[in-house]
């Protein structure tokens, strides 16, 4: 017997259902606006006012928190591997990274009002910048695809030829 190698074709290791197609969207834009500036304003500086802004790349790095959130959420929908995962850690995985997603935007948020704050305080002005809506609306369309993927991990399906379906652990067994 030979063995032949098969020829895969392109992206085959990618399982792109809808709801896996929305959270790797989300994600993707969410990376994107993690290097967008998140607050743009003036400030008062040495020759009358000049342009200043908030990023998430400074201070305490909201912005790249978020790019490698959405990276491993996206990565664990869309690749076919932890996605087909018999292992429910894995498969909630992107759930989890979704909520630490929104927890980062929601810190970036506070990040950026404090420092229109402290641009108004010197006497200039801000706003928030669509870099933040931005990241907001990819963590979004992240929280849509993995709520319509939820039902499938809480769920679970058993198979006929899955081994840990077939062990029985008792009372009786743990004792011996």
């Known amino acids: 017997m030979r063995w032949e190698p098969v020829k895969a074709r392109r992206f085959s290791s990618l399982l792109a259902t809808p709801a896996r197609v929305v959270v ?3 994600a993707a834009i ?3 606006a993690g290097l967008l500036p998140w607050a743009e304003g003036v400030a008062p500086a040495r020759r009358g006012f000049e342009p200043v802004f908030f990023s998430g790349l400074g201070g305490a790095g909201d912005g790249v928190m978020l790019i490698l959130v959405a990276f491993g959420a996206g990565a664990l929908t869309l690749h076919r591997t932890p996605a087909t995962s018999r292992i ?3 498969r909630l995985m992107p759930a989890i ?3 630490l997603a929104t ?3 929601l810190n970036g948020h506070r990040g950026a009002i404090e420092a229109i704050g402290a641009w108004e305080v010197r006497g200039g ?3 928030i910048a669509p870099g933040l809506w931005l990241a907001g609306l990819g963590i979004l369309l992240m929280a849509a695809g993995t709520t319509w993927l939820l039902p499938e991990v809480v769920r679970w399906r058993r198979r ?3 081994p840990a379906d077939l062990v029985t652990v008792g009372p009786r067994l743990v004792a011996e």
């Open 160 to 162: 006929s030829d899955d």
């Open 24 to 26: 790797a969207a989300g």
């Open 125 to 127: 002005s801000g706003q």
């Open 103 to 105: 927890t980062t935007w």
């Open 88 to 90: 429910r850690t894995v």
């Open 30 to 32: 969410a990376m994107a």
């Open 97 to 99: 990274l979704v909520i």
